[in-house]
C-alpha cells in the first residue's frame, strides 16, 4: 500500500501546521490550509474569518448545545452548510494529486481511501502556550484559552464525524512535538512516506 496524502489533526499551539507545512516541502507535494478557506469562502458567499474559525471550532458550549444550533427549514445550519462545501473543497483538491491537509476533519472526509496517511500532533500544554506566546507575542494566550481551544474542535470533530478528537485509535501516528520538536516530528512522517513511496507532483514550468 502507497500512500499519497497526509492528514494533519493538531492540539492547538502544537505546531501542527508547521509540521505539515515542512513535511509537504520535503515531500515536494502541495499543503491545503488556507486554500481550503479560500475556496470554501468563495464557494459558500462566507467570508474567509468567518470560514477560518467555524470550519473547524465548534461555537458553542457543549456538542448537544451545537447540534442544537439555528437551521433552515431543511434542518441545515450554515455550519452545516460551511461543513459540506469544505468537505467539497477537500475532495477536488485531494482529486488533483498527492497532497497533506491541515485540519479540516480531513481525515475523517477522507476515510475510505487506503492510500491515506492520518497524523496527530500533540504537546504539553506549557509548551504549547509557550510556542504561541512567542510567536504571536500574546500573553493573553491562557491556559484556559488553550484548553477552549481545544475543546471547539473537539465538539466540531465529534459532531461532523461522531469521533473523538485525538483518541490516539483513530489516527494512523501521534507524536508529542513538544518532547520529539518540530523538526523530528517531520522527520518521522516523512520518513513513513518514503517507505510507502509517496509520489511527487510534477513541478510547474
Same mark, same amino acid.
Given at each position: ?57 465548534? +461555537? ?11 437551521? +433552515? ?36 472526509? $477522507? ?6 496517511? +492520518? ?36 465538539? +466540531? ?22 518532547? $520529539? ?25
Amino acid at each position: 500500500m502507497s500512500i499519497k496524502y497526509v492528514t494533519i489533526s493538531r492540539e492547538y499551539g502544537s505546531g501542527g501546521r508547521e509540521v505539515g507545512k515542512k513535511l509537504a516541502d520535503k515531500l515536494g507535494i502541495p499543503l491545503y490550509d488556507k486554500e481550503i478557506i479560500e475556496q470554501t469562502a468563495f464557494k459558500t458567499g462566507f467570508a474567509e474569518e468567518y470560514v477560518k474559525k467555524q470550519g473547524e471550532y465548534a +461555537n458553542a458550549k457543549n456538542w448537544i448545545e451545537y447540534s442544537f444550533s439555528a437551521r +433552515n427549514s431543511y434542518g441545515m445550519s450554515p455550519e452545516d452548510y460551511l461543513w459540506s462545501k469544505q468537505r467539497e473543497v477537500i475532495l477536488e483538491l485531494v482529486a488533483k494529486g498527492p497532497c497533506v491537509i491541515v485540519g479540516r476533519c480531513a481525515d475523517y472526509i $477522507l476515510r475510505e481511501r487506503t492510500d491515506v496517511l +492520518n497524523v496527530f500532533i500533540h504537546a504539553d500544554l506549557e509548551k504549547r502556550k509557550d510556542r504561541i506566546t512567542r510567536i504571536y507575542k500574546d500573553p493573553e494566550h491562557t491556559d484556559k484559552m488553550l484548553k477552549d481551544m481545544d475543546k471547539k474542535r473537539k465538539f +466540531n470533530y465529534r459532531y461532523y464525524t461522531e469521533q473523538e478528537w485525538g483518541k490516539c485509535q483513530n489516527y494512523d501516528i501521534t507524536l508529542d512535538s513538544g518532547s $520529539l520538536g518540530i523538526d523530528s516530528c517531520v522527520d518521522i512522517i516523512y520518513d513513513i512516506c518514503k517507505t510507502k513511496d509517496v509520489t511527487k507532483t510534477p513541478k510547474e514550468d
